[in-house]
């Protein structure tokens, strides 16, 4: 009974649950950051993402690339002869070139690159050489008229032309017919640019090379020649005025030379006339104290300088201002002589006194 009147247990609220650290907003976020381990975090790995990355990158233009190179290609031209309708696709068909049934082929002198059609080196470039040969051509031939007067001052075009074909520069530069024709009408057409044309009275076309463009086909030679031709005047007077100043130099020279070697001698004279006056003392007189003048001339000078009669005339001017030496003609050997001779109270007078020195 007891039992029965034991009241029923009350159930307990569930009470909410607190929100742990696991759940708050800091948490929340950290969760969506990125983990540590997906970015490489040593070099040698970033090193193999970015080798990764960079061939991803070139395969993917290299196919973009090769998708547009063969959509291009595959585009059929536009033909010059039909009217399509705006909703078929096809290339326009570029200036210079004929377009027919899709496929675009380049009139002659040009060549295809792409969709136009461009203008083919190799005419230009013997269009080039064919106009350096016209132009040395007549320019040499000028040239050759100014400094020898052997050559044309105009010569005829068809004449000119011939002489080139004949060179055969189209098989030289390994052209074929139609290349060289239009290469040759090119540089045709330039040629009246670059040098000077008139008209004959025959009606034939003339050509001739500026005197702008000549000087660079003269020699040196013939610049020489054509500079003193116009400067042959001046030149003379200058070359007049050289000589003269050279021969004026030349005898100021000579007369110096002259004048030392007339001392040299007069010396000389003097020391021989001097010392044949004291033997001729002290020998008792067998020796004359005298010397002839002819005589002493030959003993004295060269064979070269007897040639020169101023150089003795020298001396004896020398000898005839000296008051120690007395000049007389005497007759020697049934001949007259002039001879020279010391004086003797001047060698008493300068042996014991000393007061003129010999010379």
């Known amino acids: ?145 100014l400094c020898e007067g052997i050559g044309k001052v105009w010569v ?46 025959s009606g034939v076309r003339e050509l001739k090379c500026p005197d702008s463009l000549v000087k660079h086909y003269k020699s040196a030679s013939c610049y020489i020649r054509q500079w003193i031709a116009a400067h042959a005047i001046v030149l003379v007077l200058v070359c007049a005025v050289l000589i003269s100043c050279l021969i004026i130099l030349l005898k100021v020279q000579r007369r110096r030379h002259l004048s030392f070697r007339a001392e040299e001698l007069y010396k000389e004279v003097c020391d021989i006339l001097e010392d044949t006056a004291l033997k001729s003392r002290s020998v008792n007189g067998e020796v004359e104290p005298w010397i002839v003048v002819s005589w002493l001339r030959d003993h004295l000078l060269s064979p070269r300088e007897r040639k020169n009669p101023l150089l003795w005339k020298k001396v004896e001017e020398l000898v005839q201002e000296d008051s120690r030496l007395d000049r007389y003609p005497k007759l020697v050997k049934g001949e007259s002589k002039v001879v020279w001779e010391w004086q003797e109270g001047v060698i008493l007078f300068s042996r014991q006194v000393h007061v003129f020195p010999s010379c």
């Open 1 to 145: 009974m007891a039992s029965l009147s034991t009241p029923p247990k009350r159930r307990r609220r569930a009470q909410p649950r607190t929100p742990n650290s696991s759940s708050s907003p800091s948490s929340i976020l950290a969760s969506l950051e990125p983990s540590p381990t997906l970015l490489p975090s040593k070099k040698s790995e970033f090193l193999k993402l970015l080798g990764v990355v960079t061939i991803a990158s070139f395969v993917a233009f290299s196919s973009n690339y090769l998708i547009n190179f063969f959509n291009n290609h595959s585009t059929p031209f536009c033909d010059m002869d039909l009217s399509l309708s705006p909703s078929d696709i096809c290339i326009p068909c570029p200036p210079n070139g004929v377009c027919h049934q899709g496929k675009l082929e380049c009139t002659t002198g040009y060549r295809k690159l792409g969709t136009l059609c461009v203008e083919d080196g190799d005419i230009n470039e013997t269009a080039k050489k064919l106009l350096g040969s016209v132009e040395a051509h007549v320019c040499e031939a000028y040239a050759q008229n």
């Open 156 to 201: 005829q075009e068809d004449e000119l032309w011939n002489n080139i074909e004949e060179m055969k520069l189209m098989e030289h530069y390994g052209l074929d017919t139609s290349v060289y024709m239009l290469a040759k009408g090119r540089a045709f057409q330039t040629v009246g640019q670059l040098l000077e044309t008139r008209v004959s009275s």
